[in-house]
């Protein structure tokens, strides 16, 4: 399910491997204890445990046993039979440190502290919102005098939300720093024993929904299982809805359920046939194709190109896009079946986007808001994003939209409407030239004229 990202020999890899790297908590065993100021978060993950348990007035003994438990029993079982289910939780992790594989119970406590302390995070966000808080979510928090931390609490305050949820939300939403859903469930399932499983898990959903994407009213469509944090984000990212009929953002692998582990693969550098173009945003403007939202959500998925429209979702770009994008394509590169829609969207992305030119026309559509800075920021971190990856030739942006967008550009009108607005309309200059070269012909061609009509029709008839 979680699986360690490792670091390329390559230079680039080397630039983007901060992307991969917690900077405030850890989640999980990858990057446990390996920073100082990663354990700096360790005291306040024992003081949550404890705010945590008496809120549902649980003890560590409840969390514990149902971890070793079988899944769906509450009753004790045998210690060798209760194993599986924890093992369960340590086959979600490739290649563990060897003192995790032969230490139980420093795993099982690893689970718990950072469970609880995720749950917290999560719960206390979507109650402190206050009118945004949902009435029916009381019946999944706890007492509700419980629910608060005090005015001054460096993580759960209006100063933690203000100086630390954006790095906790950006570390919760890396590779190596997740926690299976499986242990969430586990854990939320032990201090509300009487809620079915289906609530429970669409109570998960929608709060970390709220958490990753600051909007508890999202609509929470069927996801399936998810692996962990990531795993739902991305699916959330990827809802399929607005697209015309026979609209398809990938064509699926018929095992596209199944999310096995995978090593990471080698990955070839992207290559086309020589028939294929791939044109800039500036250059199909040129060519008479107007950019449109085609979402106010980002919906990833919904990409389409239509008479002379090609409609994109609206994507904020800020100071955690380049490292969430990348996050979300490692996962997709680890897991067979998982899909490659956000890889695919990046390399689209990349395809339109050369320079800040392209940049500041795709903003001015408003299907890009750049909250990084200048436009060039925005177009080098496209380029560099998707460095060395193929995108999927069957994937509906390749095989359709690209496609599409090729056939409009080679039409001989636009073609050539293209090339007027590329060699004339950018340098005013050579417009001024066009335009007293278009005004010269017309007045040799007036004149012409009344030199012949002066011949024909003489002034005293």
């Given at each position: 399910?979680?699986?360690?990202?490792?670091?390329?020999?390559?230079?680039?890899?080397?630039?983007?491997?901060?992307?991969?790297?917690?900077?405030?908590?850890?989640?999980?065993?990858?990057?446990?204890?390996?920073?100082?100021?990663?354990?700096?978060?360790?005291?306040?993950?024992?003081?949550?445990?404890?705010?945590?348990?008496?809120?549902?007035?649980?003890?560590?003994?409840?969390?514990?046993?149902?971890?070793?438990?079988?899944?769906?029993?509450?009753?004790?079982?045998?210690?060798?039979?209760?194993?599986?289910?924890?093992?369960?939780?340590?086959?979600?992790?490739?290649?563990?440190?060897?003192?995790?594989?032969?230490?139980?119970?420093?795993?099982?406590?690893?689970?718990?502290?950072?469970?609880?302390?995720?749950?917290?995070?999560?719960?206390?966000?979507?109650?402190?919102?206050?009118?945004?808080?949902?009435?029916?979510?009381?019946?999944?928090?706890?007492?509700?005098?419980?629910?608060?931390?005090?005015?001054?609490?460096?993580?759960?305050?209006?100063?933690?939300?203000?100086?630390?949820?954006?790095?906790?939300?950006?570390?919760?939403?890396?590779?190596?720093?997740?926690?299976?859903?499986?242990?969430?469930?586990?854990?939320l399932g032990a201090v509300l024993p009487t809620k079915p499983k289906e609530d429970i898990e669409e109570h998960l959903n929608m709060i970390i929904l709220n958490f990753c994407k600051?909007?508890?009213?999202?609509?929470?469509?069927?996801?399936?299982?998810?692996?962990?944090?990531?795993?739902?984000?991305?699916?959330?990212?990827?809802?399929?809805?607005?697209?015309?009929?026979?609209?398809?953002?990938?064509?699926?692998?018929?095992?596209?359920?199944?999310?096995?582990?995978?090593?990471?693969?080698?990955?070839?550098?992207?290559?086309?046939?020589?028939?294929?173009?791939?044109?800039?945003?500036?250059?199909?403007?040129?060519?008479?194709?107007?950019?449109?939202?085609?979402?106010?959500?980002?919906?990833?998925?919904?990409?389409?190109?239509?008479?002379?429209?090609?409609?994109?979702?609206?994507?904020?770009?800020?100071?955690?896009?380049?490292?969430?994008?990348?996050?979300?394509?490692?996962?997709?590169?680890?897991?067979?079946?998982?899909?490659?829609?956000?890889?695919?969207?990046?390399?689209?992305?990349?395809?339109?986007?050369d320079s800040s030119d392209d940049v500041k026309l795709l903003r001015s559509s408003g299907v890009l808001q750049n909250a990084i800075g200048s436009d060039k920021a925005v177009a080098?971190?496209?380029?560099?994003?998707?460095?060395?990856?193929?995108?999927?030739?069957?994937?509906?942006?390749?095989?359709v939209v690209q496609k599409q967008l090729d056939e409009y550009c080679r039409n001989k009108w636009h073609e050539w409407r293209a090339n007027l607005s590329h060699t004339y309309f950018?340098?005013?200059?050579?417009?001024?030239?066009?335009?007293?070269?278009?005004?010269?012909?017309?007045?040799?061609?007036?004149?012409?004229?009344?030199?012949?009509?002066?011949?024909?029709?003489?002034?005293?008839?």
């Amino acid at each position: 399910m979680t699986t360690s990202v490792g670091t390329s020999q390559n230079n680039d890899s080397m630039k983007k491997s901060a992307a991969y790297l917690p900077h405030t908590v850890s989640f999980g065993p990858y990057h446990h204890g390996k920073n100082d100021h990663l354990k700096k978060m360790d005291p306040h993950k024992h003081r949550v445990l404890g705010h945590f348990l008496r809120r549902y007035n649980a003890t560590l003994q409840t969390l514990t046993d149902s971890i070793i438990a079988t899944s769906g029993m509450r009753q004790q079982v045998d210690r060798v039979e209760a194993l599986s289910v924890l093992q369960r939780l340590m086959d979600s992790y490739e290649s563990l440190d060897e003192k995790w594989l032969h230490d139980h119970d420093g795993f099982l406590k690893l689970m718990i502290f950072d469970g609880c302390f995720m749950l917290e995070i999560l719960q206390w966000l979507l109650v402190s919102d206050g009118d945004k808080a949902v009435p029916a979510v009381s019946a999944f928090t706890g007492s509700v005098d419980e629910c608060y931390y005090a005015d001054n609490d460096p993580i759960f305050s209006r100063h933690g939300k203000l100086y630390f949820l954006s790095y906790i939300r950006r570390d919760m939403l890396m590779l190596e720093n997740q926690l299976p859903m499986l242990l969430l469930k586990t854990l939320l399932g032990a201090v509300l024993p009487t809620k079915p499983k289906e609530d429970i898990e669409e109570h998960l959903n929608m709060i970390i929904l709220n958490f990753c994407k600051g909007n508890s009213s999202h609509n929470m469509q069927k996801m399936g299982t998810c692996l962990h944090v990531l795993d739902l984000y991305r699916k959330s990212l990827l809802t399929h809805q607005n697209q015309p009929v026979g609209a398809s953002s990938t064509v699926k692998n018929q095992n596209s359920g199944n999310h096995s582990k995978a090593k990471r693969p080698m990955m070839a550098c992207t290559t086309r046939s020589g028939e294929d173009i791939v044109r800039s945003a500036m250059n199909l403007h040129e060519s008479g194709i107007k950019f449109k939202k085609s979402t106010e959500t980002c919906n990833l998925t919904d990409i389409w190109f239509k008479g002379h429209t090609l409609r994109l979702p609206v994507v904020v770009i800020d100071d955690t896009t380049e490292s969430t994008l990348l996050n979300m394509m490692a996962f997709e590169r680890f897991h067979v079946g998982a899909g490659n829609e956000i890889t695919s969207y990046a390399c689209f992305m990349d395809n339109i986007i050369d320079s800040s030119d392209d940049v500041k026309l795709l903003r001015s559509s408003g299907v890009l808001q750049n909250a990084i800075g200048s436009d060039k920021a925005v177009a080098k971190l496209f380029n560099e994003l998707t460095k060395d990856v193929t995108p999927d030739p069957e994937s509906w942006l390749e095989k359709v939209v690209q496609k599409q967008l090729d056939e409009y550009c080679r039409n001989k009108w636009h073609e050539w409407r293209a090339n007027l607005s590329h060699t004339y309309f950018k340098n005013p200059w050579a417009l001024l030239s066009l335009l007293a070269a278009v005004l010269l012909l017309a007045l040799t061609i007036s004149q012409t004229f009344y030199s012949i009509y002066g011949y024909y029709k003489p002034k005293g008839n």
